[in-house]
């Protein structure tokens, strides 16, 4: 049986951070046009830095594709960090995001619940 590559556990590792990474920039990049003109330019800033970060991220995994275990070692917590970086920098994102639609949310929950309340009345008075 042949023995398997101390490398694989660390490229499929670095392969699943790569595949989140454009997983998230995907989605962010596909509801930025959603966003009001005032936080439009805020956002594309942000997807550009995350993109900028999973590029890091993929060169630095190109480049320590064919080093030694202890090479690999401090790349993975190099990449670790990296990922860990972009990961928070994700959740800052979807924190703006929140704070910018938080008041319209709110402003809508009211409309659905006062639209229910005159279904509601209308069911009452045509009963």
């Given at each position: 049986m042949k023995k398997r590559s101390t490398l694989h556990p660390y490229l499929n590792w670095t392969k699943t951070r790569i595949?989140?990474?454009d997983v998230a920039l995907a989605a962010l990049e596909a509801?930025?046009?959603r966003l009001g003109a005032e936080f439009?330019?805020?956002s594309d800033r942000m997807i550009a830095d995350l993109r900028k970060r999973r590029d890091r991220f993929a060169a630095l995994v190109g480049r320590q594709s064919k080093a030694d275990r202890t090479v690999l070692a401090r790349a993975k917590k190099q990449l670790?960090?990296?990922w860990k970086d972009f990961d928070l920098t994700v959740e800052k994102y979807?924190?703006?995001?929140e704070k910018h639609f938080a008041?319209?949310?709110?402003?809508?929950q009211?409309?659905?619940a006062q639209a229910k309340t005159w279904r509601k009345a209308a069911r009452?008075?045509?009963g």
């Open positions: 595949d989140e990474m509801n930025a046009g439009k330019s805020q670790g960090k990296q979807f924190h703006a995001v008041p319209r949310q709110t402003a809508f009211k409309i659905a009452a008075l045509r």
